[in-house]
Structure formats: C-alpha cells, structure tokens
C-alpha cells in the first residue's frame, strides 16, 4: 500500500510528460513524412519513408534560414544587454547606502511589472517612429531589452542580496572600488542567475510576434514567428514542410537548455538557503 502511494506522483508525472511530449512528436514525426495524406493516415507513428528534404525546402525555398538567425542574433543581443543593464541596477540597489532611495528605485521597477506589455504597443510605435528606427532590428532591440529590465533586476537583485558581505568586505580591503568589486567579484558569483535570466529573457525575445510583426516590413528582416506565418499561407497545403519549421523554432531552445541544464536549475535554487 505504501509503494502504491509513493508511486502515484510518479504516474502523475508520466502522465503529465506525455501530454506535453504529445505534440512535439506529432510536429517531429510529421516533419519526415511525404505528404499530408501520410500524416492523415498516421499522425503519430513513425513515418514508412523518412524525407528529410522537408527540411532543405523550408530551409531554403522558405527563407526559414534568413528568419532563423535574424531571431537568434536579435534574441541573444537583447538578452546580454538586459542582462547588463539589469546587473548594473541590480547592484546598485542592493548595495547603496540610501536606504529610501534604493526602496523607492526598487519599487518604481516593481510597477514597471504590472503594465501589461500590449497595452504599450501604441506608445512604443510612437516612440519609435520618433527615433526613425522603424523597419531595422533596433526597434525591436530597444524594447525587448527594456521591457526584460524589471524581471531581471528582481531576480539578479534577490540573488545578490544572498551573497555573503566579508566576500566585498575583503575586496575592498584588497583595494578593488565599485566597478572592480562589481566586474570582479559581483558578476562572476552571480553566474547561476545570470543564465536563468539569459535563458529566460532569450525565450521571449526568440517567441515574441507582436512587435515584430507591426514593427518590421522588410521580409529580410523579419524573425521566426512572423516568418512562419507568412510561410504556413504559402504553405498551407503542405504541412511536412511546415512541421519542419516549426523544428527549426525549437532547435535553438532545446539546445540551449541542454548545455546550461545544470546553471538554470543553480540559478532557480541559488538564494533559497543562506549559509
């Protein structure tokens, strides 16, 4: 009876696993079949023939390629300048001296939180159409590193809260001042958050559509999820080929948990127990 009750979260769990990997192999399975007849017959089994040329056309006759590293290149800057900003403030918070200011900076970041993000579609357009960046990856750029800010800061600011004061005490002893204590001892102990809020920073900028689709109208320049809209309509009728690029959409991301599996699960647990 007890190993009965042990294993009922387990089988929960499983459960739960397959529902979520449901789809993912109903897209990966589809993605190496002919046609769209192959899928009908059996959408969840492994193909008879496996065509990996889905992957070549969308790839190349879809531009996935030219929409793929525009995302990345775009995903990843927007990313390290948040993260950048972010840990700037984040320390400063964390370490100034007046108290009150710090509490109200920290609070007037928590605010910046509750705005929802379409509401501010209009006034960001505006802003710019001001700056006259509109249609170049800057208008994207801007507003991702700046809407990435307030999260970043409470999660890297938590996190260096936790960080034992003899470690700066010692380095300003050693003669270190504010930015070598900050690029030298701060920063690389505050790794494991740096990579959570990378990874999760990087996930919203890789997915968002929003922006991206009012804001870029040069096909050369658009990202992946404007991209596959454009080429589920060319391609409605071949849904291989768009499975393939929805493949290619999740490639970077299952790769970049995969390498920083370990820092992500630091940087989530990292701050729960102060020694």
């Known amino acids: 009876m007890r190993a009965l009750k042990k294993s009922i979260p387990h089988i929960f769990l499983l459960a739960y696993m397959l529902v979520i990997l449901y789809p993912f192999l109903f897209v990966l399975f589809s993605s190496v079949k002919v046609d769209n007849q192959a ?9 008879n023939t496996f065509v990996f040329d889905n992957y070549v056309n969308a790839w190349v006759n879809a531009k996935i390629s030219t929409y793929f ?6 995903g990843i800057l927007s990313a390290c300048l948040s993260i950048l900003f972010a840990a700037m403030l984040a320390f400063a918070v964390t370490r100034m001296r007046y108290n009150r200011i710090s509490a109200i900076i920290f609070q007037l970041i928590l ?4 705005i929802p993000n379409n509401s501010l579609l209009l006034p960001i357009y505006g802003i710019m159409k001001k700056l006259d960046i509109l249609n170049t990856h800057m208008a994207l750029i801007l507003p991702y590193v700046a809407n990435a800010i307030p999260f970043s800061v409470i999660i890297l600011a938590a ?3 936790s960080l034992p004061g003899e470690i700066e005490e010692a380095a ?3 003669g270190l001042r504010s930015g070598g204590l900050f690029m030298r001892i701060i920063l690389p102990l505050t790794v494991p958050a740096i990579v959570t809020v990378f990874i999760i920073n990087f996930l919203g900028n890789w997915n968002e559509f929003l922006l991206a689709n009012y804001f870029l109208s040069n096909e050369e320049l658009r990202t992946l999820p404007v991209g596959m809209v454009g080429f589920r309509d060319a391609y409605n009728t071949n849904y291989a080929q768009m499975s393939a690029g929805i493949v290619f959409s999740v490639l970077p991301v299952l790769i970049i948990y995969a390498i920083l599996q370990e820092k992500i699960i630091e940087g989530v647990t990292a701050g729960s127990v102060k020694g």
């Open 111 to 114: 605010i910046g939180m509750l």
């Open 159 to 161: 996190f260096m809260r």
């Open 39 to 47: 899928i009908a017959t059996n959408p969840f089994g492994l193909p």
């Open 69 to 74: 590293f525009n995302s990345l290149y775009i």
């Open 172 to 174: 300003v002893i050693d």
